[in-house]
Protein backbone atom coordinates (compact mmCIF):
# COMPACT_ATOMS: atom_id res chain seq x y z
CA UNK A 1 0.00 0.00 0.00
CA UNK A 2 1.58 3.49 -0.96
CA UNK A 3 1.62 5.39 1.97
CA UNK A 4 -0.23 9.06 2.71
CA UNK A 5 -2.10 7.63 -0.01
CA UNK A 6 -4.75 10.74 0.81
CA UNK A 7 -1.64 13.84 0.65
CA UNK A 8 0.17 14.97 -2.29
CA UNK A 9 3.26 14.89 -3.28
CA UNK A 10 4.54 18.11 -1.67
CA UNK A 11 3.42 17.25 1.65
CA UNK A 12 4.90 13.79 1.11
CA UNK A 13 8.21 15.15 0.81
CA UNK A 14 7.88 17.63 3.67
CA UNK A 15 6.34 14.64 5.61
CA UNK A 16 9.61 12.53 4.91
CA UNK A 17 12.17 15.49 5.54
CA UNK A 18 10.52 15.97 8.63
CA UNK A 19 10.28 12.78 9.99
CA UNK A 20 13.18 11.49 8.66
CA UNK A 21 14.94 15.13 10.60
CA UNK A 22 12.99 14.17 13.63
CA UNK A 23 14.18 10.58 13.56
CA UNK A 24 17.91 11.83 13.29
CA UNK A 25 17.82 14.53 15.86
CA UNK A 26 16.18 12.20 18.10
CA UNK A 27 18.61 9.63 17.71
CA UNK A 28 21.31 12.20 17.95
CA UNK A 29 20.31 14.25 21.07
CA UNK A 30 19.19 10.78 22.89
CA UNK A 31 22.50 9.42 22.52
CA UNK A 32 23.79 12.59 23.33
CA UNK A 33 22.36 13.14 26.27
CA UNK A 34 22.64 9.34 27.65
CA UNK A 35 26.39 9.85 27.55
CA UNK A 36 26.27 13.70 28.69
CA UNK A 37 24.02 11.88 31.89
CA UNK A 38 26.32 9.03 32.30
CA UNK A 39 29.23 10.88 32.48
CA UNK A 40 28.32 13.24 34.79
CA UNK A 41 26.64 11.11 37.13
CA UNK A 42 29.90 8.58 36.77
CA UNK A 43 32.21 11.87 37.76
CA UNK A 44 30.06 12.58 40.64
CA UNK A 45 30.21 9.20 41.59
CA UNK A 46 33.72 8.52 41.16
CA UNK A 47 34.30 11.69 42.95
CA UNK A 48 32.69 10.94 46.05
CA UNK A 49 33.77 7.43 46.37
CA UNK A 50 37.47 8.74 46.34
CA UNK A 51 36.38 11.42 48.84
CA UNK A 52 34.55 9.07 51.00
CA UNK A 53 37.74 6.76 50.80
CA UNK A 54 40.45 9.76 50.95
CA UNK A 55 38.32 10.45 54.40
CA UNK A 56 38.00 7.15 55.95
CA UNK A 57 41.57 6.75 56.00
CA UNK A 58 41.94 9.42 58.48
CA UNK A 59 40.29 7.18 60.90
CA UNK A 60 42.80 4.23 61.15
CA UNK A 61 43.94 2.99 63.43
CA UNK A 62 40.60 2.35 65.57
CA UNK A 63 40.89 3.16 68.80
CA UNK A 64 38.12 0.51 69.73
CA UNK A 65 37.25 -2.33 67.75
CA UNK A 66 33.20 -2.13 69.36
CA UNK A 67 32.48 1.68 69.33
CA UNK A 68 29.30 3.20 71.04
CA UNK A 69 27.26 6.17 70.35
CA UNK A 70 29.23 8.59 70.52
CA UNK A 71 32.32 7.01 68.54
CA UNK A 72 30.01 6.27 65.89
CA UNK A 73 29.32 9.79 66.14
CA UNK A 74 32.93 10.47 65.20
CA UNK A 75 33.82 8.25 62.42
CA UNK A 76 30.35 9.47 60.55
CA UNK A 77 31.41 12.94 61.23
CA UNK A 78 34.76 12.46 59.58
CA UNK A 79 33.50 11.93 56.30
CA UNK A 80 31.04 14.26 56.50
CA UNK A 81 31.17 17.03 54.13
CA UNK A 82 29.24 20.49 53.06
CA UNK A 83 27.19 18.51 50.63
CA UNK A 84 27.14 14.76 52.22
CA UNK A 85 25.35 13.59 55.08
CA UNK A 86 26.92 10.35 57.17
CA UNK A 87 26.03 7.73 59.63
CA UNK A 88 28.65 5.10 60.97
CA UNK A 89 26.74 1.50 62.11
CA UNK A 90 27.88 -1.25 64.44
CA UNK A 91 25.50 -4.03 64.36
CA UNK A 92 22.43 -2.58 65.98
CA UNK A 93 24.04 0.85 67.52
CA UNK A 94 23.93 3.74 65.19
CA UNK A 95 25.76 7.34 65.00
CA UNK A 96 23.23 9.87 66.78
CA UNK A 97 23.58 12.24 63.72
CA UNK A 98 23.16 11.92 59.89
CA UNK A 99 20.51 10.89 57.50
CA UNK A 100 17.70 7.99 58.11
CA UNK A 101 18.90 4.17 57.78
CA UNK A 102 15.88 3.31 55.69
CA UNK A 103 16.84 5.04 52.32
CA UNK A 104 19.77 2.26 52.61
CA UNK A 105 18.62 -0.84 50.85
CA UNK A 106 19.23 -4.12 52.24
CA UNK A 107 21.40 -5.11 48.98
CA UNK A 108 23.54 -2.26 49.58
CA UNK A 109 23.66 -3.42 53.31
CA UNK A 110 24.55 -7.08 52.24
CA UNK A 111 27.50 -6.24 49.99
CA UNK A 112 28.88 -3.46 52.91
CA UNK A 113 28.70 -6.60 55.51
CA UNK A 114 30.68 -8.58 52.83
CA UNK A 115 33.54 -6.33 52.95
CA UNK A 116 32.60 -4.49 49.35
CA UNK A 117 32.87 -1.07 48.60
CA UNK A 118 29.47 -0.29 47.40
CA UNK A 119 27.10 2.42 45.74
CA UNK A 120 23.55 3.28 44.66
CA UNK A 121 21.48 6.10 43.08
CA UNK A 122 18.47 6.35 44.53
CA UNK A 123 14.94 8.53 44.73
CA UNK A 124 14.41 9.49 48.34
CA UNK A 125 11.27 11.41 49.06
CA UNK A 126 11.80 12.73 45.48
CA UNK A 127 14.98 14.07 45.18
CA UNK A 128 18.07 11.70 43.78
CA UNK A 129 20.78 11.00 46.25
CA UNK A 130 23.44 8.70 46.13
CA UNK A 131 24.29 6.37 48.67
CA UNK A 132 27.73 4.49 49.56
CA UNK A 133 28.89 2.16 51.80
CA UNK A 134 32.04 1.25 52.80
CA UNK A 135 32.93 -1.40 55.35
CA UNK A 136 36.14 -0.53 58.10
CA UNK A 137 38.73 -2.87 58.40
CA UNK A 138 41.09 -4.46 61.35
CA UNK A 139 44.33 -4.96 60.52
CA UNK A 140 46.22 -8.05 62.73
CA UNK A 141 49.87 -7.90 63.09
CA UNK A 142 50.55 -10.44 60.82
CA UNK A 143 49.24 -7.97 57.89
CA UNK A 144 45.88 -9.86 57.66
CA UNK A 145 42.59 -8.21 57.65
CA UNK A 146 39.06 -8.50 59.08
CA UNK A 147 35.62 -6.74 59.17
CA UNK A 148 35.11 -4.70 62.22
CA UNK A 149 31.23 -4.58 61.81
CA UNK A 150 31.63 -1.16 61.34
CA UNK A 151 29.91 0.03 58.27
CA UNK A 152 29.71 3.65 56.95
CA UNK A 153 27.44 5.29 54.21
CA UNK A 154 26.90 8.61 52.86
CA UNK A 155 24.14 10.32 51.46
CA UNK A 156 24.80 12.62 48.71
CA UNK A 157 22.15 14.80 46.88
CA UNK A 158 22.03 14.88 43.09
CA UNK A 159 20.25 17.49 42.50
CA UNK A 160 22.37 19.66 40.60
CA UNK A 161 23.48 17.31 38.57
CA UNK A 162 19.71 16.58 38.29
CA UNK A 163 19.52 20.16 36.64
CA UNK A 164 22.51 20.19 34.75
CA UNK A 165 21.24 17.14 32.95
CA UNK A 166 17.31 18.64 32.77
CA UNK A 167 19.05 21.55 31.23
CA UNK A 168 21.13 19.26 28.75
CA UNK A 169 17.68 17.84 27.80
CA UNK A 170 16.06 21.04 26.90
CA UNK A 171 18.95 21.92 25.13
CA UNK A 172 18.73 18.61 22.95
CA UNK A 173 15.01 19.50 22.60
CA UNK A 174 15.49 22.73 21.40
CA UNK A 175 18.14 21.70 18.76
CA UNK A 176 16.26 18.88 17.62
CA UNK A 177 13.06 21.65 17.23
CA UNK A 178 15.06 23.86 15.53
CA UNK A 179 17.04 21.49 12.96
CA UNK A 180 13.53 19.93 12.43
CA UNK A 181 12.47 23.58 11.49
CA UNK A 182 15.31 24.00 9.36
CA UNK A 183 14.94 20.90 7.68
CA UNK A 184 11.40 21.82 6.85
CA UNK A 185 12.18 24.85 5.17
CA UNK A 186 14.93 23.08 3.25
CA UNK A 187 12.35 20.79 2.20
CA UNK A 188 9.97 23.14 1.11
CA UNK A 189 12.97 25.22 -0.96
CA UNK A 190 13.84 21.48 -2.48
CA UNK A 191 10.24 20.83 -3.19
CA UNK A 192 9.53 23.88 -5.12
CA UNK A 193 12.77 23.12 -7.41
CA UNK A 194 10.99 19.57 -7.94
CA UNK A 195 7.36 20.48 -7.66
CA UNK A 196 7.67 23.39 -9.99
CA UNK A 197 8.52 21.56 -13.31
CA UNK A 198 5.84 19.23 -12.28
CA UNK A 199 3.06 21.18 -12.05
CA UNK A 200 3.92 22.93 -15.26
CA UNK A 201 3.95 19.00 -16.75
CA UNK A 202 0.60 18.60 -15.07
CA UNK A 203 -0.93 22.08 -16.14
CA UNK A 204 0.44 20.97 -20.21
CA UNK A 205 -0.90 18.03 -19.87
CA UNK A 206 -4.37 19.07 -19.22
CA UNK A 207 -4.51 21.49 -22.00
CA UNK A 208 -3.21 18.89 -24.12
CA UNK A 209 -6.45 16.65 -22.93
CA UNK A 210 -8.92 19.86 -23.81
CA UNK A 211 -7.84 19.98 -27.02
CA UNK A 212 -4.54 22.06 -27.11
CA UNK A 213 -2.61 20.25 -29.49
CA UNK A 214 0.04 22.89 -29.61
CA UNK A 215 0.98 22.99 -25.89
CA UNK A 216 4.57 22.56 -25.05
CA UNK A 217 6.68 22.90 -21.91
CA UNK A 218 10.00 24.78 -20.95
CA UNK A 219 12.30 22.64 -20.48
CA UNK A 220 15.03 23.60 -17.94
CA UNK A 221 18.43 21.72 -17.37
CA UNK A 222 19.87 18.45 -17.89
CA UNK A 223 18.33 16.21 -15.06
CA UNK A 224 15.58 13.39 -15.39
CA UNK A 225 12.89 15.96 -15.20
CA UNK A 226 14.44 17.40 -18.07
CA UNK A 227 14.31 14.47 -20.23
CA UNK A 228 10.57 13.95 -19.09
CA UNK A 229 10.18 17.64 -20.39
CA UNK A 230 11.48 17.06 -23.22
CA UNK A 231 9.83 13.55 -23.99
CA UNK A 232 6.66 15.33 -23.32
CA UNK A 233 7.06 17.74 -25.93
CA UNK A 234 7.95 15.28 -28.22
CA UNK A 235 4.92 13.33 -27.46
CA UNK A 236 3.13 16.27 -27.60
CA UNK A 237 4.19 17.28 -31.48
CA UNK A 238 3.62 13.97 -32.49
CA UNK A 239 0.35 13.56 -31.21
CA UNK A 240 -0.51 16.84 -33.01
CA UNK A 241 0.53 15.79 -36.26
CA UNK A 242 -1.21 12.81 -36.22
CA UNK A 243 -4.55 14.49 -35.04
CA UNK A 244 -4.61 17.30 -37.90
CA UNK A 245 -3.73 14.20 -40.31
CA UNK A 246 -7.25 12.48 -38.25
CA UNK A 247 -9.32 15.73 -38.64
CA UNK A 248 -7.99 16.09 -42.24
CA UNK A 249 -9.07 12.60 -43.04
CA UNK A 250 -12.09 13.27 -40.63
CA UNK A 251 -13.23 16.87 -42.83
CA UNK A 252 -12.15 14.87 -46.11
CA UNK A 253 -14.66 12.36 -45.44
CA UNK A 254 -17.44 14.07 -44.24
CA UNK A 255 -17.08 16.44 -46.91
CA UNK A 256 -17.13 13.86 -49.82
CA UNK A 257 -20.65 12.20 -47.67
CA UNK A 258 -22.41 15.55 -47.68
CA UNK A 259 -21.05 15.92 -51.59
CA UNK A 260 -22.39 12.82 -53.01
CA UNK A 261 -25.36 12.69 -50.90
CA UNK A 262 -26.24 15.99 -52.45
CA UNK A 263 -25.33 14.29 -55.97
CA UNK A 264 -27.48 11.63 -55.70
CA UNK A 265 -30.70 13.51 -54.90
CA UNK A 266 -31.31 14.66 -58.39
CA UNK A 267 -31.22 11.05 -60.23
CA UNK A 268 -32.84 9.96 -56.79
CA UNK A 269 -35.69 12.20 -57.69
CA UNK A 270 -35.96 10.81 -60.98
CA UNK A 271 -35.79 6.99 -60.09
CA UNK A 272 -38.63 7.63 -57.26
CA UNK A 273 -40.56 8.98 -60.00
CA UNK A 274 -40.40 5.74 -62.47
CA UNK A 275 -40.31 3.78 -59.36
CA UNK A 276 -43.84 5.12 -58.87
CA UNK A 277 -44.62 4.47 -61.85
CA UNK A 278 -43.45 0.75 -61.61
CA UNK A 279 -45.23 0.26 -58.72
CA UNK A 280 -48.57 1.09 -59.70
CA UNK A 281 -48.11 -1.05 -62.69
CA UNK A 282 -46.48 -3.30 -60.91
CA UNK A 283 -49.92 -5.55 -60.27
CA UNK A 284 -50.96 -5.71 -64.24
CA UNK A 285 -47.05 -6.75 -64.70
CA UNK A 286 -46.73 -10.14 -65.09
CA UNK A 287 -44.94 -12.57 -62.88
CA UNK A 288 -41.27 -11.94 -62.33
CA UNK A 289 -41.35 -8.64 -64.07
CA UNK A 290 -44.39 -7.39 -61.44
CA UNK A 291 -41.62 -8.50 -58.33
CA UNK A 292 -38.76 -7.11 -60.23
CA UNK A 293 -41.14 -3.88 -60.21
CA UNK A 294 -41.95 -3.82 -56.46
CA UNK A 295 -38.58 -4.16 -55.39
CA UNK A 296 -36.87 -1.71 -57.34
CA UNK A 297 -39.35 0.81 -55.52
CA UNK A 298 -38.56 -0.70 -52.56
CA UNK A 299 -35.13 -0.44 -52.46
CA UNK A 300 -35.34 3.10 -54.52
CA UNK A 301 -37.38 4.12 -51.15
CA UNK A 302 -34.90 3.10 -49.21
CA UNK A 303 -31.79 4.09 -50.99
CA UNK A 304 -33.91 7.66 -50.92
CA UNK A 305 -34.16 7.12 -47.11
CA UNK A 306 -30.17 6.33 -46.87
CA UNK A 307 -29.05 9.62 -48.60
CA UNK A 308 -31.54 12.24 -46.39
CA UNK A 309 -30.03 10.33 -43.48
CA UNK A 310 -26.51 11.23 -44.84
CA UNK A 311 -27.40 14.78 -45.92
CA UNK A 312 -28.76 14.75 -42.10
CA UNK A 313 -25.92 13.81 -39.88
CA UNK A 314 -24.00 15.49 -42.28
CA UNK A 315 -25.64 19.08 -41.37
CA UNK A 316 -25.16 17.69 -37.35
CA UNK A 317 -21.15 17.39 -38.59
CA UNK A 318 -21.32 20.96 -39.99
CA UNK A 319 -22.88 22.27 -37.14
CA UNK A 320 -25.46 23.71 -39.35
CA UNK A 321 -28.24 22.32 -37.99
CA UNK A 322 -30.78 24.23 -36.39
CA UNK A 323 -33.85 24.32 -34.32
CA UNK A 324 -37.23 25.56 -35.37
CA UNK A 325 -38.69 25.74 -32.11
CA UNK A 326 -42.68 26.01 -31.40
CA UNK A 327 -44.98 26.04 -28.72
CA UNK A 328 -46.73 22.46 -29.03
CA UNK A 329 -48.83 20.30 -27.42
CA UNK A 330 -46.87 17.61 -26.19
CA UNK A 331 -49.71 14.67 -26.55
CA UNK A 332 -51.03 15.87 -29.82
CA UNK A 333 -47.07 15.76 -31.28
CA UNK A 334 -47.15 12.28 -30.52
CA UNK A 335 -50.51 11.44 -31.71
CA UNK A 336 -49.39 13.43 -34.71
CA UNK A 337 -46.51 10.93 -34.66
CA UNK A 338 -48.13 7.85 -34.65
CA UNK A 339 -51.18 8.62 -36.26
CA UNK A 340 -48.70 9.58 -39.69
CA UNK A 341 -47.29 6.30 -39.88
CA UNK A 342 -50.05 4.35 -39.15
CA UNK A 343 -48.97 3.45 -35.30
CA UNK A 344 -51.99 4.14 -33.93
CA UNK A 345 -53.17 0.59 -32.85
CA UNK A 346 -49.88 -1.26 -32.38
CA UNK A 347 -48.68 1.31 -30.00
CA UNK A 348 -50.37 1.89 -26.60
CA UNK A 349 -49.84 5.66 -25.28
CA UNK A 350 -50.11 7.33 -22.32
CA UNK A 351 -50.53 11.04 -22.34
CA UNK A 352 -51.05 13.26 -19.79
CA UNK A 353 -53.25 16.44 -21.25
CA UNK A 354 -52.51 19.98 -21.23
CA UNK A 355 -48.72 19.93 -21.17
CA UNK A 356 -47.10 22.18 -23.55
CA UNK A 357 -43.40 22.67 -24.40
CA UNK A 358 -41.05 25.02 -26.67
CA UNK A 359 -39.52 22.34 -29.15
CA UNK A 360 -38.94 21.73 -32.84
CA UNK A 361 -42.09 19.45 -33.51
CA UNK A 362 -40.22 18.42 -36.79
CA UNK A 363 -37.07 17.08 -35.32
CA UNK A 364 -39.06 15.35 -32.10
CA UNK A 365 -41.02 13.80 -34.69
CA UNK A 366 -38.12 12.46 -36.03
CA UNK A 367 -36.61 11.43 -32.68
CA UNK A 368 -39.98 9.36 -31.92
CA UNK A 369 -40.19 7.57 -35.46
CA UNK A 370 -36.94 6.36 -35.29
CA UNK A 371 -37.78 4.84 -31.37
CA UNK A 372 -40.98 3.47 -32.41
CA UNK A 373 -39.87 2.24 -35.23
CA UNK A 374 -36.66 0.05 -34.22
CA UNK A 375 -39.18 -1.09 -31.04
CA UNK A 376 -41.85 -2.53 -33.76
CA UNK A 377 -39.19 -4.10 -36.01
CA UNK A 378 -36.70 -5.48 -33.38
CA UNK A 379 -38.95 -5.49 -30.40
CA UNK A 380 -41.86 -7.60 -29.60
CA UNK A 381 -45.39 -6.22 -28.60
CA UNK A 382 -47.11 -4.28 -26.88
CA UNK A 383 -45.35 -1.39 -27.77
CA UNK A 384 -45.83 1.47 -25.56
CA UNK A 385 -45.25 5.49 -25.29
CA UNK A 386 -45.55 7.30 -21.87
CA UNK A 387 -44.86 10.66 -21.70
CA UNK A 388 -44.10 12.27 -17.41
CA UNK A 389 -43.75 16.05 -17.19
CA UNK A 390 -41.63 17.92 -14.90
CA UNK A 391 -41.76 21.59 -14.24
CA UNK A 392 -38.53 22.04 -16.70
CA UNK A 393 -38.52 18.58 -18.25
CA UNK A 394 -40.45 16.43 -20.72
CA UNK A 395 -39.16 12.72 -20.66
CA UNK A 396 -40.68 10.53 -23.48
CA UNK A 397 -40.29 6.97 -22.45
CA UNK A 398 -40.48 4.07 -25.65
CA UNK A 399 -40.82 0.53 -24.92
CA UNK A 400 -41.09 -2.88 -26.05
CA UNK A 401 -41.70 -5.99 -24.86
CA UNK A 402 -38.85 -8.45 -26.28
CA UNK A 403 -35.58 -10.30 -24.79
CA UNK A 404 -34.02 -6.39 -24.45
CA UNK A 405 -30.59 -5.15 -25.70
CA UNK A 406 -27.25 -7.55 -24.83
CA UNK A 407 -24.82 -5.98 -22.42
CA UNK A 408 -22.19 -5.07 -24.68
CA UNK A 409 -24.72 -3.98 -27.34
CA UNK A 410 -25.99 -0.94 -25.13
CA UNK A 411 -22.65 1.33 -25.06
CA UNK A 412 -23.45 1.04 -28.97
CA UNK A 413 -26.72 1.62 -29.32
CA UNK A 414 -26.10 5.59 -30.87
CA UNK A 415 -22.97 4.21 -32.64
CA UNK A 416 -23.59 5.66 -36.37
CA UNK A 417 -23.61 1.97 -38.59
CA UNK A 418 -23.36 0.07 -35.81
CA UNK A 419 -24.69 -3.78 -35.95
CA UNK A 420 -25.24 -5.40 -33.21
CA UNK A 421 -24.44 -8.77 -35.28
CA UNK A 422 -21.83 -9.16 -37.88
CA UNK A 423 -24.53 -11.29 -39.14
CA UNK A 424 -26.89 -8.66 -40.03
CA UNK A 425 -25.09 -7.37 -43.35
CA UNK A 426 -28.16 -5.87 -45.07
CA UNK A 427 -30.95 -4.66 -43.26
CA UNK A 428 -33.82 -2.50 -44.03
CA UNK A 429 -32.88 0.79 -42.08
CA UNK A 430 -29.75 3.09 -42.86
CA UNK A 431 -28.04 2.47 -39.35
CA UNK A 432 -28.00 6.30 -38.49
CA UNK A 433 -31.79 6.54 -37.74
CA UNK A 434 -30.64 6.37 -33.77
CA UNK A 435 -27.47 8.38 -34.13
CA UNK A 436 -29.37 11.27 -36.02
CA UNK A 437 -32.26 11.10 -33.01
CA UNK A 438 -29.85 11.44 -30.24
CA UNK A 439 -28.08 14.28 -32.08
CA UNK A 440 -31.90 15.79 -32.52
CA UNK A 441 -32.06 15.47 -28.48
CA UNK A 442 -28.46 17.02 -27.82
CA UNK A 443 -29.80 19.83 -30.51
CA UNK A 444 -32.14 20.60 -27.75
CA UNK A 445 -30.11 20.49 -25.11
CA UNK A 446 -31.70 16.98 -23.96
CA UNK A 447 -30.66 13.36 -23.92
CA UNK A 448 -31.37 10.36 -24.70
CA UNK A 449 -30.60 6.97 -23.28
CA UNK A 450 -31.39 3.23 -23.55
CA UNK A 451 -31.74 0.41 -20.70
CA UNK A 452 -33.29 -2.87 -20.17
CA UNK A 453 -36.44 -3.20 -18.15
CA UNK A 454 -36.44 -5.43 -15.50
CA UNK A 455 -39.46 -7.62 -16.77
CA UNK A 456 -37.84 -7.88 -20.25
CA UNK A 457 -37.66 -5.29 -23.08
CA UNK A 458 -36.02 -2.25 -23.70
CA UNK A 459 -36.64 1.39 -22.72
CA UNK A 460 -35.21 3.89 -24.54
CA UNK A 461 -35.97 7.80 -22.84
CA UNK A 462 -35.93 10.85 -24.37
CA UNK A 463 -35.52 13.86 -21.86
CA UNK A 464 -35.93 17.66 -23.54
CA UNK A 465 -35.82 20.53 -21.88
CA UNK A 466 -39.34 22.60 -21.69
CA UNK A 467 -38.03 26.00 -22.90
CA UNK A 468 -34.92 24.63 -25.07
CA UNK A 469 -34.36 28.51 -25.84
CA UNK A 470 -33.21 28.58 -22.18
CA UNK A 471 -29.53 29.67 -22.12
CA UNK A 472 -29.23 27.07 -18.95
CA UNK A 473 -30.82 24.08 -21.31
CA UNK A 474 -33.97 24.38 -18.53
CA UNK A 475 -31.53 22.81 -15.77
CA UNK A 476 -33.52 23.27 -12.57
Known amino acids: MTPWPNLGLRARLLSAFALLCVVTAAAVAGGMYVQARNDILQRTQDAAVQSMRSRLETVFPLRNPEPGPAELDEIADSVTEADVSAVALFHEERSPAGFETE ?81 VVLASLATRGVLRPVRELGRAARLLGQGEMRT ?172 SAEPHWIAFEVRDHGPGLDEAVLPHVFDRFYKASAARARSEGSGLGLAIARENALLHRGDLTVTNAPDGGAVFTLRLPRRSDDPDGGAE
Open 103 to 183: AISQGLRRAVARGEFAWQRIMWRGVPVLIIGAPLLIVEPDQMTRLSGIEVYTARSLDPEQRSIDQLAAWAWLIGGAALGFA
Open 216 to 387: RVEVHGSDELADVARTFNDTAAELERHVKQLRAMEADARRFVADVSHELRTPLAALAAVADVLDEEAEALPEPAGRAARLVSQETLNLTGLVNDLIEISRFDSGVAALALNEVDVAELVRATLRARGWTEPVRADLPSGVTARLDPRRVDVILANLVGNALRHGEPPVSVRV
